[in-house]
């Protein structure tokens, strides 16, 4: 157990439609990432965020928006989905900021129909 | 960050020693090495790192070669709990700008009794 809490972990929605991602960081973890996860993609970085503020954005769609709250939990918000956008996400969370070692959740599967 | 390459696939058998190779060439000097691991569809996770002397922990052992140009992850006693996704990424240990883990393809590791 990574101590990295991700809901939820199964998501099935319809193309057009918008979903919300939760991520609970470590205990103590002050940055948040995102990472998406495609079959034909691999593992790619979507956003960071530290102490609430956004830090770092990779391949990141306009569709997407991502936000870390007081608490440092994050939730990551996919809209006007399409099928392509189906895939694992990740959640990882780290002590500092940009750091090596990072603890990653167990996922949110989403499938848009 | 500096470039890897790394096998596609690899077989064990186990209870051998599994050993992971990792080619790094452009690494530079403030450039660690760090190795994770994905079990099928798990969220990644962080096995070991390094930046010149070799290294051991409870999961595994780093040897990286004097040149730093590659480096090898043992796996000392492999199970078939171990077979997944080795990931090797080359990066600095702390990034104020906070980019995140960049994943290749990494090498498929197969276990098998």
């Known amino acids: 157990d990574s101590g990295v809490t991700q809901t939820p972990k199964h998501l099935i929605t319809a193309t057009g439609q918008r979903v919300t991602l939760r991520c609970s960081p470590r205990?103590?973890?002050?940055?948040v990432y995102w990472y998406q996860q495609s079959l034909d993609q691999g593992l790619q970085f979507l956003i960071h965020?530290?102490?609430?503020?956004?830090?770092a954005k990779g391949n990141i769609l306009e569709r997407f928006s991502a936000q870390q709250f007081p608490d440092l939990h994050s939730e990551l918000n996919l809209s006007s989905l399409e099928l392509g956008d189906s895939a694992l996400y990740f959640c990882?969370?780290?002590?500092?900021?940009?750091?090596?070692?990072?603890?990653f959740g167990a996922g949110t599967r989403l499938s848009v129909l | 960050d500096a470039k890897t390459t790394q096998p596609p696939s690899m077989d064990c058998a186990e209870g051998r020693a599994a050993n992971l190779p990792c080619n790094h060439s452009?690494?530079?000097?403030?450039?660690?090495v760090y190795w994770y691991r994905q079990i099928h569809s798990q969220g990644p996770q962080y096995i070991i790192h390094?930046?010149?002397n070799n290294e051991t922990n409870e999961m595994a052992s780093l040897i990286i070669t004097e040149d730093r140009k590659s480096s090898t992850l043992i796996l000392p006693h492999a199970t078939l709990r171990d077979t997944a996704v080795y990931y090797c990424?080359?990066?600095?240990?702390?990034?104020?700008?906070?980019?995140?883990?960049?994943f290749g393809k990494g090498t498929t590791l197969s276990v098998s009794s």
């Open positions: 990882a969370s780290s002590g500092g900021q940009g750091e090596g070692i990072q603890y």
């Open positions: 205990s103590g973890d002050l940055s």
């Open positions: 965020y530290y102490n609430g503020e956004e830090r």
């Open positions: 452009t690494i530079s000097g403030n450039e660690y």
């Open positions: 390094g930046l010149k």
């Open positions: 990424i080359v990066r600095v240990a702390h990034n104020q700008a906070g980019t995140a883990l960049i």
